[in-house]
């Protein structure tokens, strides 16, 4: 079974405004962190938000936030006030402590920001 | 650097020879990783090395492939008689250790495996 999945494919957005893009996880550890990356073009793997199983809010970078339901196993990055410069591959990854803090990576959103 | 470096950043072989690809992590990170990205698809997790412990090789595709970490920072990944597939762009991670859960992975640029 897939730990972390990405339903969206791709996404399109209109530039100025909010995202919002879709990560769900499976695991039966209680301690366990989700991370989102953007992967630009050029390749790099850039590292956006963290939120943690214990954080009792919701995780925050500036336009980055993170929509955490652990009940429902869902983690949504949610990105405010698009930009062109968002065009990205986004990837939602989660660690988990028993299995060795093994990085699990999703399959990737891809969003394009339209000018 | 400040970063982490992976070399070659682009090779090009034919099928059936062995490529051998380094990673030099960022100074004090005891965890280093690789990955595996074929074009437009995700990562595909290939081997996680956590200071002097036996390292996590449940992602490692084939017997063809191997890695080894020599005095818990430079990493070699190391593809015997490298087939077409093997095609991909092949990342590697550092980080922190001690932090539980939390500690981000730090990647490089990646190194590029074109096989003939």
């Known amino acids: 079974a897939q730990k972390i999945t990405q339903t969206q494919p791709g996404m399109f957005v209109q530039e100025k405004e909010a995202v919002t893009l879709d990560c769900t996880y499976d695991t039966s550890d209680p301690s366990y962190g989700l991370f989102w990356y953007k992967q630009p073009s050029s390749g790099e793997m850039i590292f956006l938000i963290y939120q943690g199983s214990y954080d009792q809010q919701n ?13 429902r196993k869902s ?41 | 650097g400040a970063g982490v470096s992976q070399s070659p950043s682009n090779k090009v072989t034919e099928k059936g020879k062995d490529v051998e690809l380094r990673c030099d992590p960022i100074s004090g990170h005891t965890a280093l990783y ?10 595909e997790f290939l081997i996680y090395f956590q200071g002097n412990s036996a390292p996590d090789k ?8 191997s890695a080894e970490r020599t005095g818990g920072s430079v990493s070699t990944l190391t593809i015997q008689r490298t087939q077409q597939e093997d095609s991909a762009v092949y990342l590697c991670a550092s980080s922190l250790a001690g932090q539980g859960v939390a500690g981000e992975l730090f990647f490089g640029e990646g190194s590029r495996l074109t096989v003939l």
């Open chain 2, 58 to 65: 449940s992602g490692l595709p084939s017997d063809r492939f």
């Open chain 1, 75 to 115: 983690a949504n990055l949610v990105i405010s006030a698009s930009q062109l410069g968002d065009s990205a591959m986004y990837f939602c990854a989660m660690r988990e402590v028993s299995y060795g803090q093994n990085f699990v990576f999703g399959p990737g959103t891809r969003l394009s920001v339209l000018p």
């Open chain 2, 34 to 43: 690789w990955y595996r990205q074929s074009l437009g698809q995700g990562l």
């Open chain 1, 59 to 71: 995780a925050t970078e500036g336009r980055y936030s993170l929509n955490f339901q652990k009940a």
